[in-house]
């Protein structure tokens, strides 16, 4: 091993939670465990021992050709700490660590994957459109797991900390903001009043802060995936802190629940909410994808049945390039054929465009926006007159 490209090897750290305390204080089961799990990923395992604690827990090592492996368990807390480290290319630690994570029954997988050697990159492939790609290189993995809806991605950029779901991009520290203010501030601007506001998706609590420093006295966020949403507190500098996700007073509240359902028991209840925000990945051609309901009109009606007087719906509703407009063009007829107003909106984060409806009619949407902007308790830092004007105009595919 005398050169830099054979002296790097990936390290991954894992934290598994809810796991039964019995296998975790079961020494000969978790060897045979770890073995099969490292042998699957292409691993070759050369010794294991362990070492079980009183009065509970166990250490197993693996010492591996290609480097080592480890569990530590705490079978009072459900969790055990994973370690597996790999040279060359002939095995995968992190599948290693999904396979004995699926062994051990874990209900939550939390990993961070180390590129150990010099100038190691991880690259995220992101499809773009039919044929295209572009590559992300990560030079640092914070935080990488398969919750139980997506795979999920946290690393440093070159445009900082970023957000990855299933090798998609989703915010980016260097250009959330623009994103999340164009989500939000044409909503807060057309809207009756800014008093109660239910978020769907959004994981990383950028577009709850914003409504809570619009005025809201209440956000509902929900989000299925509880795990992206902890990971996003805890490695984003952005959106939600740990210490959020854990208070119990304040304006906002964090429901754990499928949007679909949430809504259908807020319409159910005759619960009303002046702006409802759906923030979701795009729609896409995966039938195993939960989210893609939430884009149908059955939802849409669902939604404008919970909106107030004057009350505002405002979906991400996919990218206006024409080789990649799916998802906007059929989000564009749906709203129309729901909805009385329906208002555009292109931000300078160009990959995606915003749709804002509702039930009633406005004469100028735009207009509206405009004249309320100098007012408005929220003041964006990306969003001005010129902006709210520019971005208005939907594009010709729509038109």
């Given at each position: 091993?005398?050169?830099?490209?054979?002296?790097?090897?990936?390290?991954?750290?894992?934290?598994?939670?809810?796991?039964?305390?019995?296998?975790?204080?079961?020494?000969?089961?978790?060897?045979?465990?770890?073995?099969?799990?490292?042998?699957?990923?292409?691993?070759?395992?050369?010794?294991?021992?362990?070492?079980?604690?009183?009065?509970?827990?166990?250490?197993?090592?693996?010492?591996?050709?290609?480097?080592?492996?480890?569990?530590?368990?705490?079978?009072?807390?459900?969790?055990?700490?994973?370690?597996?480290?790999?040279?060359?290319?002939?095995?995968?630690?992190?599948?290693?660590?999904?396979?004995?994570?699926?062994?051990?029954?874990?209900?939550?997988?939390?990993?961070?994957?180390?590129?150990?050697?010099?100038?190691?990159?991880?690259?995220?492939?992101?499809?773009?459109?039919?044929?295209?790609?572009?590559?992300?290189?990560?030079?640092?993995?914070?935080?990488?797991?398969?919750?139980?809806?997506?795979?999920?991605?946290?690393?440093?950029?070159?445009?900082?900390?970023?957000?990855?779901?299933?090798?998609?991009?989703?915010?980016?520290?260097?250009?959330?903001?623009?994103?999340?203010?164009?989500?939000?501030?044409?909503?807060?601007?057309?809207?009756?009043?800014v008093r109660r506001?239910?978020?769907?998706?959004?994981?990383?609590?950028?577009?709850?802060?914003?409504?809570?420093?619009?005025?809201a006295e209440r956000?509902?966020?929900?989000?299925?995936?509880?795990?992206?949403?902890?990971?996003?507190?805890?490695?984003?500098?952005?959106?939600?802190?740990?210490?959020?996700l854990d208070a119990?007073?304040?304006?906002?509240?964090?429901?754990?629940?499928?949007?679909?359902?949430?809504?259908?028991?807020?319409?159910?209840?005759?619960?009303?909410?002046?702006?409802?925000?759906?923030?979701?990945?795009?729609?896409?051609?995966?039938?195993?994808?939960?989210?893609?309901?939430?884009?149908?009109?059955?939802?849409?009606?669902?939604?404008?049945?919970?909106?107030?007087?004057?009350?505002?719906?405002?979906?991400?509703?996919?990218?206006?390039?024409?080789?990649?407009?799916?998802?906007?063009?059929?989000?564009?007829?749906?709203?129309?054929?729901?909805?009385?107003?329906?208002?555009?909106?292109?931000?300078?984060?160009?990959?995606?465009?915003?749709?804002?409806?509702?039930?009633?009619?406005?004469?100028?949407?735009?207009?509206?926006?405009?004249?309320?902007?100098?007012?408005?308790?929220?003041?964006?830092?990306?969003?001005?007159?010129?902006?709210?004007?520019?971005?208005?105009?939907?594009?010709?595919?729509?038109?």
């Open positions: 091993m005398n050169s830099d490209k054979a002296f790097a090897g990936h390290h991954v750290l894992a934290e598994l939670r809810g796991v039964d305390s019995k296998r975790l204080d079961d020494a000969p089961f978790l060897q045979e465990a770890l073995s099969k799990s490292l042998t699957a990923a292409g691993a070759t395992v050369c010794d294991l021992i362990a070492h079980q604690f009183e009065p509970q827990g166990v250490t197993v090592l693996a010492l591996l050709a290609e480097s080592h492996a480890s569990i530590h368990t705490y079978p009072e807390l459900g969790s055990a700490f994973v370690d597996v480290f790999t040279c060359g290319a002939s095995a995968d630690p992190q599948h290693a660590a999904r396979l004995l994570a699926d062994a051990l029954g874990a209900e939550s997988v939390a990993t961070r994957v180390v590129e150990r050697g010099p100038a190691q990159v991880r690259t995220v492939t992101e499809s773009v459109g039919t044929g295209l790609t572009r590559s992300w290189n990560l030079t640092d993995v914070l935080f990488e797991a398969d919750t139980d809806f997506q795979h999920v991605v946290i690393g440093r950029t070159a445009q900082g900390i970023s957000l990855f779901c299933d090798d998609e991009r989703q915010s980016t520290d260097a250009t959330q903001l623009i994103y999340h203010e164009a989500l939000m501030v044409p909503a807060l601007l057309l809207a009756e009043q506001v239910l978020i769907i998706g959004s994981s990383e609590g950028v577009a709850s802060q914003i409504a809570v420093a619009a005025g956000v509902d966020h929900v989000d299925i995936d509880k795990q992206a949403v902890q990971a996003c507190a805890e490695y984003l500098p952005y959106g939600y802190s740990p210490a959020d119990t007073d304040g304006p906002t509240r964090i429901h754990y629940r499928d949007g679909f359902e949430f809504i259908a028991e807020a319409a159910a209840a005759g619960d009303r909410y002046d702006v409802v925000v759906i923030d979701l990945p795009d729609e896409n051609d995966d039938p195993a994808a939960q989210h893609n309901r939430l884009y149908g009109k059955e939802f849409l009606q669902r939604s404008a049945e919970i909106l107030s007087e004057g009350g505002v719906l405002a979906c991400q509703a996919g990218c206006p390039t024409v080789w990649r407009n799916d998802t906007l063009r059929k989000a564009w007829e749906r709203f129309n054929e729901t909805f009385g107003t329906v208002a555009y909106y292109g931000s300078d984060e160009h990959e995606w465009a915003f749709l804002f409806a509702r039930v009633d009619v406005v004469a100028d949407p735009t207009d509206r926006m405009i004249s309320r902007l100098s007012t408005a308790t929220y003041r964006p830092a990306t969003v001005d007159p010129l902006a709210l004007r520019g971005g208005s105009v939907p594009p010709h595919s729509l038109r």
